[in-house]
């Protein structure tokens, strides 16, 4: 599927299997090294490892992919909200995005399900779904994240629904290319095992600011690897919310958006 605008694209298979746009990326990449957004997945980082690529974690906005991409450190850009992009242009660029996987597709000879499984089976997993809690007041989502950011230090070790946290940051970005620094650019909560939990406050919206929740969990194991992604996130939904404090500061029982 193609924006109206040409930008972002989709990947969706027989059944309505969908690709997330960071597994749709690291297809693509096959051979490349790329960048991804803080909030695509931590996917990207186990694939670049396996395969021995450069990757680098970026904060949102595309400028951070141009330095790259004019650097010649990247070849493939991407982000959560299914932009991507090339060395061919300084721009997301949703027409090329689906001309390639149309290109893998015919290469392979193997529908789209067929090789979103055996990408599976390789690299594992990785369930993910972002909620978004929209029209928040400004000042309410302020104090959510800074609650968030002061309660940081004291996370690590720490039990929330079921997951121990293991580590947790305030994300900050070094652009390799200029030596500049981007801070506070996402609060991020790691457990035992692989899950994550992001946290950002957004101000694109028409009203107030929204407070998105990027949330994920590994499956190495290929006999779960068709499961529900909102049933198998749910201890991390559950954990993300008791640590935010978001039914509670904000009043809101459920986000306003699942992707």
């Known amino acids: 599927m193609l924006a109206a605008n040409g930008a972002a694209s989709a990947i969706v298979g027989q059944g309505g299997m969908l690709s997330t746009p960071a597994v749709s990326n690291l297809i693509r990449m096959r051979g490349a090294f790329g960048g991804f957004v803080l909030s695509a997945s931590r996917a990207a980082d186990r694939v670049a490892a396996q395969r021995g690529v450069a990757m680098f974690e970026t904060p949102t906005r595309w400028k951070f992919f141009g330095n790259l991409l004019d650097a010649g450190r990247v070849t493939i850009c991407g982000e959560e909200s299914a932009g991507t992009g090339s060395d061919h242009v300084r721009e997301k660029d949703g027409l090329w995005a689906v001309l390639l996987w149309l290109d893998i597709v015919a290469a392979r000879g193997e529908p789209v399900a067929d090789i979103l499984k055996n990408h599976w089976r390789t690299y594992g997993r990785d369930y993910y779904t972002r ?26 070790g720490r039990t929330f629904a079921g997951l121990t946290v293991y580590d947790a940051d305030d994300f900050a970005y070094r652009d390799p290319t200029d030596g500049s620094v981007s801070a506070r650019r996402g609060v991020r909560v790691v457990f035992d095992g692989g899950a994550r939990a992001v946290f950002r406050l957004s101000g694109t919206g028409t009203e107030g600011a929204t407070l998105r929740a990027y949330l994920e969990a590994f499956e190495p194991d290929p006999a779960r690897h068709g499961l529900d992604p909102q049933a198998v996130l749910a201890p991390v939904i559950a954990a993300a919310n008791e640590i935010a404090g978001i039914h509670d500061r904000t009043g809101r029982t459920a986000p306003d958006v699942v992707t």
């Not at 909620?131 to 690590?156: F, K, N, S, W």
Request: glycine share 8%; aromatic share 4%.
């Open 131 to 156: 909620h978004d809690y929209e029209a928040i007041d400004t000042a309410v989502g302020d104090q959510l994240m800074a609650a968030l950011r002061a309660g940081l230090p004291a996370l690590p």
